[in-house]
């Protein structure tokens, strides 16, 4: 097992940084702060970043097969226009007291988007799979904090978390379709919550551990055998990107702290950790 170095990217006061997703088409890294109601890119090659408000919590933000983003929002999921930036639900479904989460990508171009209800009760949240015409399968009904979702590399493996069971688990999927679900790694006590996640090139998985400083890598048969420490609590998520796919991005958050360190909710990346897989962008 072996630490690694990182860097700041991006200097930020994020009150829930999360779900950094490499838009390769672009060339930029794009970002949210959920409670900040905020969509950032931030392009590594040449500094430049923006920043746009949402009306609404925002979960996740991927880009789009044929340009513009789409968003897994507090009421549903909505697009941005490519050409004006101009807005649209896609799948409008509000609830009381329930709120978007981290949402994924398939290699089918569907988008799996995680719910969650603000008092995190458990059987709360959900897991829906969405394609791009609007139409919405629920594919898990009985979870509290749905979290991070990523596939093997030939997309017949699933992971998924949902933070409050402390477990990393994997499905059997084909066709949109999941089943043999089991764990592939505990989380022990003391060391956080498991939070966002991406799958490397080889197979092995990274989570990033909420109140657990860390991300860690696990190989597809669940050992640890790496480990990324941070100076701050709340790390969220991770994904590769850069022009190699060899950079790890890493949201973090400070909502909540009492004395947040003065990097907590900033972008941190490590240059050069592994190889990532190029994600598919929604196709809708």
């Known amino acids: 097992m072996t630490t690694t170095p990182y860097e700041v990217a991006v200097r930020a006061e994020a009150e829930l940084?999360?779900?950094?997703?490499?838009?390769?088409?672009?060339?930029?890294?794009l970002w949210i702060d959920i409670l900040g109601c905020r969509v950032h890119t931030y392009d590594p090659?040449?500094?430049?970043?923006?920043?746009?408000?949402?009306?609404?919590?925002?979960?996740?933000?991927?880009?789009?097969?044929?340009?513009?983003?789409?968003?897994?929002?507090?009421d549903g999921v909505g697009l941005l226009d490519p050409s004006d930036g101009g807005f649209r639900w896609?799948?409008?479904?509000?609830?009381?007291?329930?709120?978007a989460n981290d949402a994924a990508v398939a290699p089918d171009g569907s988008l799996w988007?995680?719910?969650?209800?603000?008092?995190?009760a458990p059987g709360g949240g959900t897991l829906s799979r969405v394609t791009g015409d609007?139409?919405?399968?629920?594919?898990?009904?009985?979870?509290?904090?749905?979290?991070?979702?990523?596939?093997?590399?030939?997309?017949?493996?699933?992971?998924?978390?949902?933070?409050?069971?402390?477990?990393?688990?994997?499905?059997?999927?084909?066709?949109?379709?999941?089943?043999?679900?089991?764990?592939?790694?505990?989380?022990?006590?003391?060391?956080?919550?498991?939070?966002?996640?991406?799958?490397?090139?080889?197979?092995?998985v990274w989570v990033a551990l909420w109140q657990g400083s860390?991300?860690?890598?696990?190989?597809?048969?669940?050992?640890?055998?790496?480990?990324?420490?941070?100076p701050v609590p709340l790390v969220t998520a991770c994904a590769f990107g850069g022009a190699g796919m060899s950079d790890l991005y890493i949201t973090t958050a400070r909502t909540g702290l009492t004395s947040p360190h003065a990097l907590a909710g900033s972008l941190f990346v490590v240059p050069g950790v592994g190889k990532g897989l190029a994600q598919p962008a929604f196709a809708g």
């Open 113 to 120: 988007a995680g719910t969650m209800r603000y008092d995190e």
């Open 45 to 74: 090659a040449t500094g430049r970043r923006t920043v746009r408000r949402t009306e609404q919590h925002v979960g996740a933000v991927k880009p789009r097969a044929g340009g513009g983003l789409v968003l897994n929002l507090r």
């Open 214 to 230: 860390a991300v860690r890598r696990y190989t597809p048969e669940g050992r640890l055998d790496r480990v990324i420490e941070l």
């Open 17 to 29: 940084g999360e779900g950094p997703t490499w838009d390769a088409a672009a060339g930029r890294l």
């Open 90 to 99: 896609l799948h409008r479904e509000p609830v009381p007291g329930r709120r």
């Open 134 to 204: 609007g139409s919405v399968d629920v594919v898990l009904d009985d979870v509290a904090v749905s979290n991070g979702t990523g596939w093997s590399p030939d997309g017949r493996l699933m992971y998924y978390i949902d933070s409050p069971t402390r477990r990393v688990d994997v499905f059997d999927h084909a066709d949109g379709r999941l089943s043999g679900r089991r764990t592939l790694a505990e989380i022990e006590d003391g060391a956080g919550f498991p939070d966002g996640l991406t799958v490397d090139a080889d197979g092995c």
